[in-house]
Structures are given as structure tokens and as C-alpha cells.
């Protein structure tokens, strides 16, 4: 069971470069999420998907898109990144509903400089 | 605002040690609240999940309580290995129209030889 895989796990950009990070689940999960996490700050929610065909701002969505791209994928667009983007960003899928578990993937560390 | 707070912040115990992590939210309305383990360089891994009407959830050496009266949560490690390492993370659910997870900044533990 590979669960949320994520890619790329590490990646250097340059200012005002974009860059596209990559999420897939296969455990059938209908909602999908990106969150970043920063040193000493809770994760935060960027944007979520709640089922196929559906995308919504979470708490941090500026500088970011997102795309569903089916119900497996999930990926989050940087199109012109800056310093503060830089973090470790989180995939996770959720059979949807409350009580429900998140799975979360192993991250993608990114650094703009 | 909705706000969960982590005490304490980072904690150190030897192997075979017993320790409590706690966690204390202002988060309404109340859904869940999750204990979550994130090993360095890994995502978030679910620990426990407990509603309104549970006081207590065990999940091996990890047993989880929970006082909604008081709005508190607690996670009791029992006989620590080092693979207990890891940050620990509360996590609480508010659910109007759709869950909203709200994180707490994590309690770092180190478990030495």
C-alpha cells in the first residue's frame, strides 16, 4: 500500500520560478488537501479538494493553484515563487466527512532563494 | 479564534520512562480531536481519534484522554522506546459546513538510552 505519495521530496527554486508539486492516493480517498508547514507553526490548511470537480481556499492559498485532476491527484501549482514560500508542504487524503482519518504524505521540502 | 496550545514544547525522558503530553483548545464547534506522530523528515501519522462522548482511546503503548468540559487533552506515553522520537501533534476538529482541522504546534519528544 503506497497510501499519499508525493513528489518531488526536496526542490531548490529560484525567485519567480514556478513549479508544480505532485500528490496521488490510492486508497479511494474523495477529499484531498495541501498544507504547509513552517518552524514553529501548526500546519496550515492551503487549499482542499472535498471530491472530484471540486476545489476550495483553505487558510493560506495566496501564491498558490491547485488542480483535481481526477480523484487520485492532487497537485499544487507555485507559478512565480517567493522566499516566504519556502516550507515543507504536505499532501493528505481523507475518506471525507467528520472522524474520519488523514492520511498524510512524506512531504516535499522546498527552498526559493 | 479557534487556537489549540501544546504543553510542553519540547521534552526529553530516558528509555522506559513513562511521560504525558498535553493539549488545551479553544476550537467550537468541537468535532474530534486527533493525536497525530510526525517522525523527523516524515508526515503526520494518525495516533487516536475521539469524539464528544469518549474519555479514552488506547492505541498501544499510547493511550489518549479527553475533557471537553474543560476543553483538555492529554496523550500518556508508557514505557518510552527511542523509536518514540518524534513530535507529537494535537489536532482538533471543528465541522460547520466541512471539517476544518485546526494544529497545534507540536511537543517535541527525545527519548535517550
Redesign the interface.
Known amino acids: 500500500n503506497a497510501g499519499?505519495t508525493q513528489t518531488p521530496k526536496f526542490q531548490v527554486l529560484k525567485t519567480g520560478q514556478s513549479m508544480t508539486l505532485q500528490c496521488a492516493q490510492d486508497m479511494n480517498h474523495n477529499s484531498m488537501y495541501w498544507y504547509r508547514q513552517d518552524p514553529?507553526?501548526?500546519?496550515?490548511?492551503i487549499y482542499y479538494s472535498?471530491s472530484e470537480g471540486t476545489t476550495d481556499k483553505g487558510e493560506v492559498p495566496n501564491g498558490y493553484n491547485v488542480s483535481r485532476l481526477n480523484k487520485r491527484e492532487f497537485s499544487l501549482r507555485l507559478e512565480s515563487a517567493a522566499p516566504s514560500q519556502t516550507s515543507v508542504y504536505?499532501c493528505?487524503s481523507s475518506v471525507g466527512?467528520?472522524?474520519y482519518?488523514?492520511?498524510?504524505?512524506?512531504?516535499t521540502r522546498l527552498t526559493v532563494v | 479564534k479557534n487556537q489549540?496550545e501544546q504543553s510542553p514544547q519540547s521534552l526529553i525522558i530516558l528509555e522506559g520512562k513513562n511521560c504525558t503530553l498535553q493539549c488545551n483548545y479553544t476550537v467550537s464547534p468541537f468535532?474530534?480531536l486527533?493525536w497525530y506522530k510526525q517522525d523527523t523528515?516524515?508526515?503526520?501519522?494518525?495516533l487516536t481519534?475521539m469524539?464528544f462522548s469518549e474519555n479514552t482511546k488506547s492505541n498501544g503503548r499510547y493511550t489518549a484522554t479527553l475533557d471537553a468540559d474543560t476543553k483538555q487533552s492529554s496523550l500518556h506515553i508508557t514505557a518510552s522506546q527511542l523509536s518514540d522520537s518524534a513530535s507529537y501533534?494535537c489536532v482538533v476538529?471543528a465541522?460547520t459546513i466541512?471539517?476544518?482541522?485546526?494544529?497545534?504546534?507540536?511537543t517535541k519528544l527525545t527519548v535517550n538510552p
Do not use: D
Open positions: 499519499v514553529g507553526m501548526g500546519l496550515r490548511l472535498a504536505f493528505a466527512g467528520k472522524n482519518g488523514y492520511t498524510f504524505g512524506s512531504g | 489549540v468535532s474530534n486527533r523528515g516524515r508526515g503526520p501519522v494518525s481519534i469524539t501533534i476538529s465541522i466541512e471539517e476544518k482541522l485546526v494544529f497545534g504546534k507540536g
